[in-house]
């Protein structure tokens, strides 16, 4: 069985920072393809990045230059820095597991990743 569990959401300030954690649990090793995702109320779950198994990530554009995906694969843990936060950032959000990221980018699709997390819920005033 695989899980995925975020952690690290919570309130902050137009402008602050948060971490987010996704730790991995089961049968889900470091050649996985994972994802963050978000869900603001009532719109469409959307891609936030990727990060492949070379360590290289892709960003959509409304985060690009202010969030940052890492993963410790030791401690097999996907981490989302988000810096600058806007109120539009507020959202669940939420870490994805794909057997691979996809070609020729990447995929910020939802429809693409197999595993999924409960969510953790960050809001920005």
């Known amino acids: 069985q695989v899980q995925l569990v975020e952690s690290g959401g919570g309130s902050v300030q137009a402008g602050g920072s948060l971490r987010l954690s996704c730790a991995t649990i089961?049968?889900?090793?470091?050649?996985?393809?994972m994802g963050w995702f978000r869900q603001p109320p009532g719109k469409e779950r959307e891609g936030v990045g990727t990060?492949?198994?070379?360590?290289?990530?892709r960003y959509a554009d409304s985060v690009k230059g202010r969030f940052t995906i890492s993963k410790d694969n030791a401690k097999n843990i996907l981490y989302l820095q988000m810096n600058s936060l806007k109120p539009e950032d507020s959202a669940m959000y939420y870490c994805?597991?794909?057997?691979?990221?996809?070609?020729?980018?990447?995929?910020?699709?939802?429809?693409?990743?197999?595993?999924w997390g409960q969510g953790t819920q960050v809001t920005v005033s």
């Open positions: 990060i492949d198994t070379d360590g290289s990530t």
């Open positions: 994805a597991a794909a057997p691979w990221c996809g070609l020729p980018l990447p995929s910020l699709s939802r429809t693409w990743y197999r595993y």
């Open positions: 089961g049968n889900l090793d470091s050649n996985w393809c």
